[in-house]
């Protein structure tokens, strides 16, 4: 059995203000695996004092200084990656491979990102009578999500402390192991007293606390939309910046040059990856109407081919992350059939010989764009592709969303990938697979606003300000 139950706070393991505590649940098993103190608004408070007293060091600490501490945590976060990545996979369920390597590697991808940003990073430029200088924001709240729980802190965590803020972090109840285990790396690696504060417990209280607390200058967020308009207008009053990254329905447009069976099978197998618990994961795959029938025959087969079962076991898919979870998925494949989508692969209820657990069928819809299960994002390993009548309607049903966080397009000819990609109205397009750490990471419309990762991650903790004359 794990514990959270103490915060970490002004460089210390301490009590909450008010006891109070809740279970953790393995979605794998459905068994308790440990317990969470849920903090109050007092714990916030304590939290951000300590941040606000250790503001004016750190934010005038050299480069050096600031690259020598994530040089130490790197070291640490090193050592311990094992031990985070079966963190992530005990709190939400991610198959054992997948914790250990991508979800684990990507925080310290980010880490290794944040160093390369800062040792070259200008924090200063005179343009013409003006000296333009980027100042550390202050104060931050980061509020994250359990999907790729290590990813989304680490995303906000280090920019910020390479930047030369501070920060309150407020790691999400269903998934709080890896965020406390980094608590300890940032600890044992030396971190000044109140640099780094963590405070477990309810969004609804500590993450309120955080979005109205008068001494908080920003609110970094990942999660859902409503929780996002809900942080915008609580942290209006006290007039914070609020950087937003909510969730998508990205399309995956395969084009007609593209060797079909093959990337459908790439789509739907990418699409299964944590579950689709994948805020950019491509959930519309589009392709051309003359051959709708092989896609689906594509899609069919290779959802026979992603196996699901004990996270700790050698499978491509574990459970989601939560009853609820699993239960609104379960609501979106009943909708899809309801609506009269047809069903190519999965389908309600567990898959066969698995009684316990959260875990749920890869499935495959065909179906128009008008569909609910087309417009809204389901968080699960549910797939639906539509067809296309030619570019320009592939791209307009691409677009037709509320969503704009990623898109995905296949295609032998490269120029005509890239002018697809350039009409997409998202804030990422990856043409023919591609990963990058310094690629910027964030949506247009309803996806949110502000980018994260690499360079574009520091702008979020800066202000600029202008030495005229
Ligand atoms: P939420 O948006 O509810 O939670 C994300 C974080 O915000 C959690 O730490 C949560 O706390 C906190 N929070 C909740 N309410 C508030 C509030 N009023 N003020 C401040 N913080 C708050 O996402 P869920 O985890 O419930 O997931 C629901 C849906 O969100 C998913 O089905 C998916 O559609 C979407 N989502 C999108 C993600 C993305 O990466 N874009 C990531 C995760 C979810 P608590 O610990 O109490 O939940």
Same mark, same amino acid.
């Given at each position: 059995?794990?514990?959270?139950?103490?915060?970490?706070?002004?460089?210390?393991?301490?009590?909450?203000?008010?006891?109070? &505590?809740?279970?953790?649940?393995?979605?794998? /098993?459905?068994?308790?695996?440990?317990?969470?103190?849920?903090?109050?608004?007092?714990?916030?408070?304590?939290?951000?004092?300590?941040?606000? =007293?250790?503001?004016?060091?750190?934010?005038?600490?050299?480069?050096?200084?600031?690259?020598?501490?994530?040089?130490?945590?790197?070291?640490?976060?090193?050592?311990?990656?094992?031990?985070?990545?079966?963190?992530?996979?005990?709190?939400?369920?991610?198959?054992?491979?997948?914790?250990?390597?991508?979800?684990?590697?990507? #925080?310290?991808?980010?880490?290794?990102?944040?160093?390369?940003?800062?040792? &070259?990073?200008?924090?200063?430029?005179?343009?013409?009578?003006?000296?333009?200088?980027?100042?550390?924001?202050?104060?931050?709240?980061?509020? &994250?999500?359990?999907?790729?729980?290590?990813?989304?802190?680490?995303?906000?965590?280090?920019?910020?402390?390479?930047?030369?803020?501070?920060?309150?972090?407020?790691?999400?109840?269903?998934?709080?192991?890896?965020?406390?285990?980094?608590?300890?790396?940032?600890?044992?690696?030396?971190?000044?007293?109140?640099?780094?504060?963590?405070?477990?417990?309810?969004?609804?209280?500590?993450?309120?606390?955080?979005?109205?607390?008068?001494?908080?200058?920003?609110?970094?967020?990942?999660?859902?939309?409503?929780?996002?308009?809900?942080? /915008?207008?609580?942290?209006?009053?006290?007039?914070? =910046?609020?950087?937003?990254?909510?969730?998508?329905?990205?399309?995956?447009?395969?084009?007609?040059?593209?060797?079909?069976?093959?990337?459908?099978?790439?789509?739907?197998?990418?699409?299964?990856?944590?579950?689709?618990?994948?805020?950019?994961?491509?959930?519309?795959?589009?392709?051309?109407?003359?051959?709708?029938?092989?896609?689906?025959?594509?899609?069919?087969?290779?959802?026979?081919?992603?196996?699901? #079962?004990?996270?700790?076991?050698?499978?491509?898919?574990?459970?989601?992350?939560?009853?609820?979870?699993?239960?609104?998925?379960?609501?979106?494949?009943?909708?899809?059939?309801?609506?009269?989508?047809?069903?190519?692969?999965?389908?309600?209820?567990?898959?066969?010989?698995?009684?316990?657990?959260?875990?749920?069928?890869?499935?495959?819809?065909?179906?128009?764009?008008?569909?609910?299960?087309?417009?809204?994002?389901?968080?699960?390993?549910?797939?639906?592709?539509?067809?296309?009548?030619?570019?320009?309607?592939?791209?307009?049903?691409?677009?037709?969303?509320?969503?704009?966080?990623?898109?995905?397009?296949?295609?032998?000819?490269?120029?005509?990938?890239?002018?697809?990609?350039?009409?997409?109205?998202?804030?990422?397009?990856?043409?023919? #697979?591609?990963?990058?750490?310094?690629?910027?990471?964030?949506?247009?419309?309803?996806?949110?606003?502000?980018?994260?990762?690499?360079?574009?991650?520091?702008?979020?903790?800066?202000?600029?300000?202008?030495?005229?004359?």
């Amino acid at each position: 059995m794990r514990s959270c139950t103490q915060f970490y706070i002004d460089g210390q393991w301490v009590d909450p203000a008010i006891p109070a &505590t809740a279970d953790v649940i393995n979605p794998a /098993t459905e068994a308790v695996s440990g317990t969470i103190s849920l903090g109050s608004a007092q714990d916030v408070d304590a939290a951000v004092a300590a941040a606000r =007293r250790a503001f004016d060091a750190w934010s005038h600490s050299s480069v050096k200084d600031r690259l020598d501490l994530l040089r130490a945590i790197q070291a640490v976060y090193a050592r311990r990656m094992q031990e985070l990545g079966e963190a992530v996979t005990e709190e939400m369920g991610a198959p054992l491979s997948l914790g250990c390597g991508f979800q684990a590697g990507l #925080g310290a991808g980010h880490l290794q990102t944040a160093i390369e940003v800062l040792e &070259t990073f200008r924090f200063e430029e005179q343009k013409g009578p003006t000296l333009i200088v980027r100042e550390p924001i202050g104060v931050c709240g980061l509020i &994250t999500p359990w999907n790729w729980p290590l990813n989304q802190v680490t995303v906000k965590v280090f920019p910020a402390l390479a930047t030369g803020c501070t920060m309150v972090l407020k790691p999400p109840q269903l998934a709080p192991y890896s965020a406390q285990i980094l608590a300890e790396i940032m600890h044992e690696a030396g971190t000044p007293a109140g640099v780094f504060n963590m405070v477990q417990g309810q969004g609804s209280v500590i993450g309120t606390a955080l979005s109205t607390h008068r001494d908080v200058d920003m609110i970094s967020f990942t999660g859902s939309e409503p929780v996002g308009i809900q942080i /915008t207008k609580d942290a209006a009053d006290t007039v914070k =910046r609020v950087g937003l990254e909510l969730g998508g329905k990205s399309a995956w447009v395969i084009l007609d040059d593209a060797a079909m069976a093959e990337n459908v099978a790439a789509a739907t197998a990418g699409m299964m990856v944590n579950a689709g618990q994948t805020c950019s994961a491509g959930s519309r795959l589009l392709v051309p109407r003359a051959r709708l029938n092989e896609a689906l025959a594509a899609a069919r087969s290779a959802c026979e081919g992603v196996t699901v #079962g004990d996270p700790h076991a050698d499978v491509a898919m574990g459970p989601v992350v939560s009853k609820a979870q699993w239960a609104i998925i379960q609501d979106y494949i009943q909708k899809g059939l309801d609506e009269g989508a047809t069903l190519v692969a999965g389908g309600p209820g567990r898959p066969e010989g698995l009684t316990r657990g959260f875990y749920v069928k890869p499935t495959v819809f065909a179906c128009t764009n008008d569909a609910v299960i087309a417009r809204e994002e389901i968080f699960g390993p549910v797939l639906v592709i539509i067809a296309y009548d030619d570019i320009d309607d592939a791209v307009a049903i691409a677009n037709d969303s509320v969503f704009g966080l990623g898109g995905y397009v296949s295609g032998q000819d490269r120029d005509t990938a890239i002018a697809v990609a350039r009409r997409l109205r998202t804030g990422a397009v990856w043409v023919n #697979g591609g990963f990058d750490f310094h690629a910027p990471f964030g949506g247009y419309k309803h996806s949110g606003n502000g980018r994260e990762w690499g360079e574009h991650g520091f702008h979020e903790y800066l202000e600029i300000k202008s030495i005229v004359g």
